[in-house]
């Protein structure tokens, strides 16, 4: 099918998923992007964000996605990333409790900039999952 | 004789005891294996491809400058040796060192111990020392070797450093462990490095929100990438070499068990002889 194309998913955990997929966006440092097959090639580096994978029989998958870069070249797609969760894996209690912890971290008025560069991070971590999930 | 006997005896109860902790840790090493092989077989993939991607990347573009693809201004290198814990585990620790000595001479180098074997290895020859904060290779996690990751980049692009190499263990298969290393920083270092069934065709590529933006956000995070893999797989291989390590004392132990058990019994054997010569002649008096 000419408008498909091979997807690559491979985080630290493993290979996530390889298959023909219409499309996959997810989000980069500089914003949202979708690639659709055919796309020239184009390399750039993923940010935090939910990922949503079109397959070629037209089902949606979601995940949430961290960190890593995307490259498409010759029509060949891999997403390298550092960590990759689908919908279905992501443990909304833990995210929920992970949130309200580093919601009364980013509280305290004295925590020192390690802390609170730490404890943001973890909360934009947990949004995604939740968001991703929810 | 009797004195002979109880210090075979002796011997051999000690003996059994070292045996019962080899084999112990021996089985220890095995079980553990299973899961660091398994976490090494699964960071595998991503390493090979960002590397072939981050290759063909350095191959296929000379139209742009990071600070990552540049040559070192400095020709200092840094090698971040990789070894383990603890010891014990037959030739692990010294083969790996003895290879980055080999690798090093001559060179003006810094080293980054990973492991608290290195470390202590480090401190005691008095060697230049980026940081010693990572002593513990076992339980390394991913936020970790991001802070390795960013503190090696961020030396790097100070000019500290001219060149960042990594030196680990490759764990082969169960008996083969092969120490290696392979160069970090700069991007050129490697770019030479090519797979063979693989074409070089220099594409046009188009990189947002630009070449520099999308390198300063990718290096960090490959070479995080990289620490993780070879701190996965230098720990299948430590905990293969101890398995080995260990089996062999195992093995030797019950050599030696054997050889005592034939001393004991002979001594024994001895000892009744003489004390049935010893009543015979009383009886004959």
Partial sequence: MANTFQLRVVSLDGVQF????????????????????????????????????????GTEKRAACIGGMLSMIDNQCSL????????SEIDVDRAERAKERAEDALR????????????????????????TAG | MAQNMKA??????????????????????????RKAKDKADAALPAFKILRRTLNNIADSNKDFTSPYTRPGRSGKWCFAVIAGDRGLAGGYNANLFRYVAARTEGKDCVFLPIGNKAVEYYTKRGAAMADRQFSEAAD???SECFDIARYLCEKFKEGEFGHIALCYTEFENMLTMKTKDIPVLPLSDFAG?????????????????????????????????????????????ELAARRNAMDAATKNAEEILEKLELSYN????????????????????
């Fill in chain 1, 108 to 131: 305290d008025l004295n925590i020192s900039e390690k802390d609170y560069k730490l404890a943001s991070a973890r909360l934009r971590r947990a949004l995604v999952r939740l968001n």
């Fill in chain 1, 18 to 57: 390889t298959g023909a997929v219409q499309s996959v966006s997810c989000r980069a440092i500089d914003g949202d992007l979708a690639i659709l097959a055919q796309h020239r090639n184009y390399i750039t580096a993923v940010g935090m964000g939910t990922a949503v994978i079109v397959t070629e029989d």
């Fill in chain 2, 8 to 33: 075979v005896k002796l011997r051999m109860k000690s003996i059994q005891s070292t045996r019962q902790i080899t084999n112990a840790m021996g089985l220890v090493a095995a079980s553990k294996l």
């Fill in chain 2, 140 to 142: 390394i996690s991913i």
């Fill in chain 2, 193 to 237: 490095e090519q797979d063979e069934d693989e074409e070089t065709v220099r594409r046009i590529i188009e990189y947002k929100p630009g070449p520099e933006e999308v390198f300063n956000a990718i290096v960090p995070e490959y070479v995080s990438n990289i620490v993780y893999s070879a701190v996965c797989e230098s720990l299948a291989s």
């Fill in chain 1, 80 to 87: 390298i990333v550092t960590t990759w969760e689908w919908d």
């Fill in chain 2, 266 to 285: 002979r001594a024994r054997q001895a000892s009744i002889t003489q004390e049935i010569t010893e009543i015979v002649a009383g009886a004959s008096d």
